[in-house]
């Protein structure tokens, strides 16, 4: 790209980037697949930071930051701490996300590391919530610890996923006096947004947003997947990152629809479905089955339909269990076809 430094910073802070040119328009677009597929000798600049992640199918990936895409990060997270933090405050943080951590250690609230939420480990992490008044959690683990939680007031601070209704009820059932603010997030790119009834209010800072149209066009605002472009990140190549979120981009405020790729989460990882059910017929030697994705009890779980039993049951539900983290059952009964006989690999009840 032309004399890069991310497009003259496109051009100083987005102010007036209806009019940019010829090298704009020529930034690709990228998803996370080819994403997946760089290596460090890629990187135009050398990274200061390399997070390994889970990424489609649970595969691990690396994702390469800058100095100056850390620093942007974590003022995206002070931005939103500081709005809502005093310094009277105890902040419990539940994630374990490097840049949460070092975003809170520069917080003027009192903090505590809790680490990800196990059953070996629950009845430490509620004694220290139950010290806190503001919690940073994933949306998967709330149900974890929720029952457990003294009846009082709580910021509650939500990334990975949006809360369902359902669960999102059950919180303010039982903590009617907290504030449950969910955040737009991706490994990727860090915290780009706050929710405010229906829309994600977007943290611009260093991050331009924009749409790719069902047309192939690209706009600033209108219906379509999203693409992000992140100016402060040197130690990727320039981009504009399709991330596969289906939304409506106004006012610089985001309204998610659903995934719009090949793509399904399960427990907050974003999963390939060809190679999902790739795995199920290689294991199981059949051709026909239907994949259930649904939720127990607030876990995502995975139902495995064939209309014939399979010799080795246990270990699909074994090999499945490992790679996508969640609990697995075989049933023996019709597949789900659609109307022209076709078999229906995955049918995703979260969605229902």
């Avoid at 005093?86 to 994630?95: E, H, K, R």
């Avoid at 919180?171 to 997030?185: A, E, F, G, H, R």
């Avoid at 399709?242 to 995934?259: A, C, E, S, T």
């Amino acid at each position: 790209m032309k004399n890069d430094p991310r497009l003259q910073i496109l051009l100083n802070n987005f102010s007036g980037f209806k009019l940019y040119g010829s090298e704009w328009n020529e930034v690709p677009v990228t998803t996370r697949d080819e994403i997946a597929k760089w290596t460090i000798q890629q990187c135009p600049v050398h990274p200061s930071y390399i997070l390994n992640t889970s990424g489609t199918e649970g595969a691990s990936k690396f994702v390469y930051f800058s100095e100056s895409s850390v620093e942007s990060q974590i003022e995206r997270i002070q931005i939103v701490i500081e709005r809502y933090a005093s310094p009277s405050d105890v902040i419990a943080d539940l994630t374990d996300y490097v840049f949460v951590s070092l975003a809170l250690s520069t917080a003027k609230s009192a903090k505590i590391h809790c680490g990800t939420v196990t059953d070996y480990n629950l009845a430490l992490i509620i004694a220290k919530l139950n010290r806190s008044s503001i919690i940073v959690s994933y949306a998967t683990m709330v149900h974890k610890f929720l029952s457990h939680l003294e009846s009082r007031k709580y910021t509650i601070f939500l990334t990975g996923s949006p809360l369902s209704e359902q669960l999102h009820q059950l919180v303010i059932n039982k903590l009617p006096l907290s504030q449950i603010i969910d955040l737009y997030c991706t490994t990727e790119f860090g915290v780009m947004g706050i929710k405010e009834g229906e829309w994600f209010t977007l943290l611009e800072h260093s991050l331009l947003f924009e749409v790719f149209c069902d047309d192939g066009s690209i706009r600033e605002e209108g219906e379509g997947d999203i693409l992000i472009t992140d100016v402060s990140n040197f130690s990727t190549p320039f981009i504009r990152y399709r991330l596969g979120d289906r939304v409506i981009l106004q006012n610089k405020r985001v309204q998610f629809l659903h995934r719009s790729d090949g793509l399904i989460k399960i427990y907050n990882d974003l999963c390939s479905k060809n190679n999902l059910v790739a795995l199920v017929k290689r294991i199981s030697q059949r051709e026909f089955f239907t994949i259930v994705i649904d939720k127990k009890e607030y876990e995502d779980c995975m139902i495995i339909i064939f209309e014939q039993k399979i010799i080795n049951e246990e270990e699909l539900k074994t090999i499945l269990a490992n790679t996508y983290g969640t609990k697995v059952n075989v049933l023996y009964e019709k597949v789900s076809t659609t109307p022209t006989g076709k078999t229906k690999h995955i049918i995703d009840k979260r969605q229902a």
